[in-house]
């Protein structure tokens, strides 16, 4: 059975930075995407980033580029999200998700099977 668990959210101040982990197990990943989705309160669930298990691809919304990296430790069976000067409309909270490649549209979030149960991230003004 997949898990996907994810830690490393907190408080921080607009500019400052965090690391979400994203621990996956119940199976071989490769042949996987991952991703980092966001829900801010009383909003959609949006994409933030993906990452391919076995290959370099990776891809970021357009209101992350630049700020936030997507990178993985494939011995560990982790991905993590390092976030860098942070905004106040980065708050939300931060899902892994877990979908079988072969579709390059890793934003679509239907496309996904598994999720972690979020970590909340909060970024004051």
């Known amino acids: 059975q997949v898990q996907l668990v994810e830690s490393g959210g907190g408080l921080v101040q607009a500019g400052g930075s965090l690391r979400l982990s994203c621990a996956a197990s119940?199976?071989?990943?490769?042949?996987?995407?991952l991703g980092w989705f966001r829900q801010a309160p009383g909003k959609e669930r949006e994409f933030v980033a993906a990452?391919?298990?076995?290959?370099?691809?990776?891809s970021y919304a357009d209101s992350v580029k630049g700020r936030f990296t997507i990178s993985r430790d494939n011995a560990k069976n982790t991905v993590y999200l390092q976030m860098n000067s942070l905004r106040p409309e980065d708050t939300g909270v931060y899902y892994c998700?877990?979908?079988?490649?072969?579709?390059?549209?890793?934003?679509?979030?239907?496309?996904?099977?598994?999720w972690g149960q979020g970590t909340q991230v909060t970024v004051s003004s």
């Open positions: 998700a877990a979908r079988i490649s072969g579709y390059s549209d890793y934003e679509n979030l239907k496309r996904y099977n598994y």
């Open positions: 990452i391919r298990w076995s290959y370099i691809n990776t």
């Open positions: 119940g199976r071989t990943f490769s042949g996987y995407v």
